[in-house]
T-cell receptor, first 111, second 116 residues
Framework: SQQGEEDPQALSIQEGENATMNCSYK?????LQWYRQNSGRGLVHLIL?????REKHSGRLRVTLDTSKKSSSLLITASRAADTASYFC???????????FGKGTTLSVSS | GAVVSQHPSWVICKSGTSVKIECRSL??????MFWYRQFPKQSLMLMAT?????????EQGVEKDKFLINHASLTLSTLTVTSAHPEDSSFYIC????????????FGEGSWLTVV
């Protein structure tokens, strides 16, 4: 089962530009998390935002959560070539349950 | 370092054979683990929830007789792909749940399965 959609599906930008990815989900959630996945590799956890939080920052990452719209956005500022990867949002409906992933956004940052 | 170890990282097997993938929690006990499958250029799809000492709960559309899950100890869950076929070729990834004040999920590094 898939919780929702990310958009865009693919994003190509130049180094130094900002990248914004959006995630929508269908059900009420406990937490929303963002992960990065380099091609053919495992997941790297980026950031977790709780359902009662609206915004969170971590380094060059900024995540927002709008539970009324059931959506979240991930902003990567001053992007680097090393940010090239697929990005997924994942939600759990209740603490201790499985994470359900969105379809992902493939980000390509060219130097 | 890794808190969830998955083995093997990649495996090639012949069509019709079975292959086992292990997921181990390191330094903690995990009563619940989750198994996902990811086809190339697609997202992770939850296959099943594995609970220590009980039968796994499979997601709709996942054949429980084909994907055998065993969670015999608090640190180990295994996924056995039985009678593998080329269409089972995929990236399989597990995660383990640490329960507590704030439940935390850790992912393994994943296992690439190629069936030839």
């Amino acid at each position: 089962s898939q919780q929702g959609e990310e958009d865009p599906q693919a994003l190509s930008i130049q180094e130094g530009e900002n990248a914004t990815m959006n995630c929508s989900y269908k059900t009420s959630i406990n937490n929303l998390q963002w992960y990065r996945q380099n091609s053919g590799r495992g997941l790297v956890h980026l950031i977790l935002i709780r359902s009662n939080e609206r915004e969170k920052h971590s380094g060059r990452l900024r995540v927002t959560l709008d539970t009324s719209k059931k959506s979240s956005s991930l902003l990567i500022t001053a992007s680097r070539a090393a940010d090239t990867a697929s990005y997924f949002c994942a939600t759990d409906v209740q603490a201790g349950t499985a994470l359900i992933f969105g379809k992902g956004t493939t980000l390509s940052v060219s130097s | 370092g890794a808190v969830v170890s998955q083995h093997p990282s990649w495996v090639i097997c012949k069509s019709g054979t079975s292959v086992k993938i292990e997921c181990r929690s390191l330094d903690f006990q995990a009563t619940t683990m989750f198994w996902y499958r990811q086809f190339p250029k697609q997202s992770l799809m939850l296959m099943a929830t594995s609970n220590e000492g009980s039968k796994a709960t499979y997601e709709q559309g996942v054949e429980k007789d084909k994907f055998l899950i065993n969670h015999a100890s608090l640190t180990l869950s295994t996924l056995t792909v039985t009678s593998a076929h080329p269409e089972d070729s995929s990236f399989y990834i597990c995660s383990a749940l640490i329960t507590g004040v704030r439940n935390t999920i850790y992912f393994g590094e994943g296992s690439w399965l190629t069936v030839v």
